[in-house]
């Protein structure tokens, strides 16, 4: 409150003292303007103004002392609020110390109890660890293990993954075969569907070439040599190579899955072959070529002296026989000429003719013949293939795999079932032959002979 009041005083005081000397200074001025009476008019002038400044001054500091005193109103019943709150602060204040005092009176009895549990719960806490570093050592055994199985299933799993991929190009390869051959089929449909409808054409404008040049015994036969071959073929050429297809392909996909099996089987016994026997093998070729070298050498030389003598002693008479031959060849061809250039000049027409009538069977045969090949040639390679890397693989095999032994191997193995399925078709019992009861047993009686002579004596 002191401190308040001489904020009032000071406040009051400055203007006061700010009023007076500005007064003394105009006291002073007018001394002065009496003193100088030639210029009193306009420092009366300026007089004039300063005081009106000076109103105009004292007037502004009334109205800013006024809002001072407001706001010091204000702040003295906002001090008295603060004054009350720092009471009841203080007071509660008071109230927590007690508190707390008593308090750590009770807190020392409670830490003692919890330190107590504390204690107690740690050594149930370090139990717990003890047991849990056991669990975890015992899961990370049975982690190890389980990492083991795993990488066992792991290797099982790539193992049958590549068993599948190899069983899935099996198949992969099978349905082309199986979609090739129905394509074939279809093919092979459409154009006997076609060779019908063109045979059905082409027989109308026949019928007259026929007419001029074939008897008619000849075309009858033709016609019923036609319609046995193909009725032939529809009963037993069709379903046979239709069984023979699908047996070829059961058999390569047999073959096929069996392989792997194959070489589990063969493949020790090829180690005790690589380790023991061939370099016995070779041992024992070594010395007989050693022990032979020598003998071949010596037969060569003998067959090579022989040869030219041969050669030298033949030779004359081959050329004596040759001049005593040719002109007798010449000769016969001179006679021979005439009758040869009329044998020609008469089937001439009948060979056009017989062209003319066979082109378009011909077209049909050059064709079929020009699909088969192709197809035969694309399969002969992949056979052909497979034989070289299969020769290549094993040590035993390998000088065998040349060019010229894989082609004809491959050409046998795909020449082998045809010649198995025509043995087929073509097989028959064979007849008993009767016995010939008009043998003559000479021996017989003559033995019947000897013993009547012999009882006649």
């Known amino acids: 409150m002191a401190s308040r009041n001489q904020f009032l005083f000071v406040s009051f005081l400055l203007p006061l ?3 007076k000397f500005t007064l003394a200074d105009l006291a002073s001025q007018d001394a002065v303007v009496l003193e100088d009476q030639n210029d009193a008019e306009s420092l009366a002038k300026t007089a004039e103004l300063k005081l009106h400044q000076l109103k105009l001054k004292i ?12 706001e010091l109103e204000r702040k003295d019943g906002s001090i008295q609020q603060l004054e009350k709150v720092i009471e009841d602060k203080s007071n509660s204040l008071a109230s927590l110390q007690s508190a707390v005092r008593s308090l750590q009176e009770k807190g020392s009895l409670d830490v003692q109890e919890k330190i107590r549990d504390v204690n107690a719960r740690v050594n149930e ?10 669990e975890i050592e015992a899961q990370s055994r049975k982690k190890d293990k389980l990492e083991a199985q795993a990488n066992v299933a792991e290797k099982k799993i790539e193992g049958l993954n590549l068993k599948f991929e190899n069983l899935r190009k099996i198949n992969d390869e099978q349905k082309l075969i ?8 279809r093919v092979a449909e459409e154009e006997m569907l076609k060779a019908k409808l063109e045979a059905s054409s082409v027989t109308k404008k026949l019928k007259e070439v026929r007419q001029g040049w074939l008897p008619p015994w000849i075309s009858a036969h033709l016609v019923h040599f036609q319609s046995f071959f193909i009725t032939q073929w529809n009963e037993h050429g069709r379903p046979t190579l239709d069984l023979t297809i699908l047996k070829v392909s059961f058999l390569s996909y047999q073959v096929l899955n069996k392989k792997s099996e194959v070489e589990k089987l063969v493949q020790p016994h090829l180690e005790t072959l690589r380790t023991k026997w061939f370099p016995t093998i070779k041992e024992h070729c070594k010395a007989f070529v050693d022990d032979f070298h020598p003998l071949v050498q010596s037969v060569s030389t003998q067959a090579i002296d022989y ?7 033949i030779k004359p008479h081959v050329i004596k026989i040759h001049e005593v031959v040719d002109p007798y060849f010449q000769e016969t061809k001179m006679v021979m000429k005439p009758y040869i250039d009329q044998v020609s000049d008469t089937a001439k027409p009948y060979l056009d003719k017989a062209l003319l009538f066979l ?3 011909t077209k049909k045969v050059f064709r079929y013949h020009r699909i088969v090949t192709k197809n035969v040639q694309i399969y002969h390679s992949r056979v052909q293939a497979n034989l070289h890397k299969t020769l290549k693989n094993y040590e035993l095999t390998r000088p065998l795999a040349t060019e010229r032994l894989v082609w004809f191997m491959a050409s046998g193995l795909m020449v082998l079932p045809m010649i198995v399925l025509f ?11 009767p016995r010939s009861t008009n043998r003559s047993h000479a021996r017989r009686r003559a033995k019947r002979v000897h013993l009547q002579e012999k009882l006649t004596s």
Do not use: C, D, M
Not at 423 to 433: D, H
């Open 307 to 313: 040869y030219h003598v041969v050669h030298s002693t």
């Open 59 to 70: 007037s502004s500091l009334e109205t800013s002392i006024e809002g001072q005193t407001g």
């Open 125 to 134: 806490l370090e139990k717990q660890i003890v047991t849990l570093k056991k």
């Open 423 to 433: 043995r087929i078709l073509l097989w028959k019992e064979p007849k008993k032959r």
């Open 359 to 361: 082109r378009p069977y």
């Open 178 to 185: 199986i979609r090739n051959a129905q394509r074939a089929l």
């Open 17 to 19: 003292i700010f009023v």
